[in-house]
């Protein structure tokens, strides 16, 4: 599956959907993506795991350093949608306990709204 990612705003939160393959070919365009989306102003994030089908450590560092640049702009992450596999790698790497994540983004926008998202330290 060919790596996609874009991005909508739902009120003051980005909504960043991506599929594929989330890997070392693919993890600069979507930091690339996610640094544009805070250059924009969007400071709280949701990102839509729900269409990803594989996600690396080089991965999980884009994720990482996207929340770290959150937190120095008072901002909000949340992870939406991942599948048991990937899931499973946020648990292994013990990051469940750093991130939000949520079954839905309907639930990921509620968090993050309601301040239980993931960008103050834990």
């Known amino acids: 599956m060919d790596f996609g990612i874009a991005h909508h705003l739902v009120g003051e939160i980005a ?16 930091r690339d993506t996610l ?11 949701v990102i ?3 269409e990803v089908v594989f996600l690396d450590s080089t991965g999980l560092g884009v994720i990482i350093g996207l929340l770290h ?20 790698v946020f648990r292994t790497t013990q990051l469940t306990k750093v991130l939000t994540i949520t079954e839905t983004v ?11 998202a993931g960008a103050q330290a834990p």
């Open 106 to 116: 309907a639930d990921a926008i509620a968090a993050v709204n309601s301040g239980a």
């Open 48 to 50: 839509d795991l729900s």
């Open 69 to 88: 640049r959150l937190r120095t702009h008072n901002g909000s992450l949340a992870l939406a949608g991942a599948t048991d596999r990937v899931y499973k």
């Open 15 to 30: 909504v960043v959907q991506v599929s594929g393959w989330i890997e070392i070919g693919s993890a600069p365009q979507m």
């Open 35 to 45: 640094i544009g989306v805070i250059d924009e102003g969007h400071v709280h994030v």
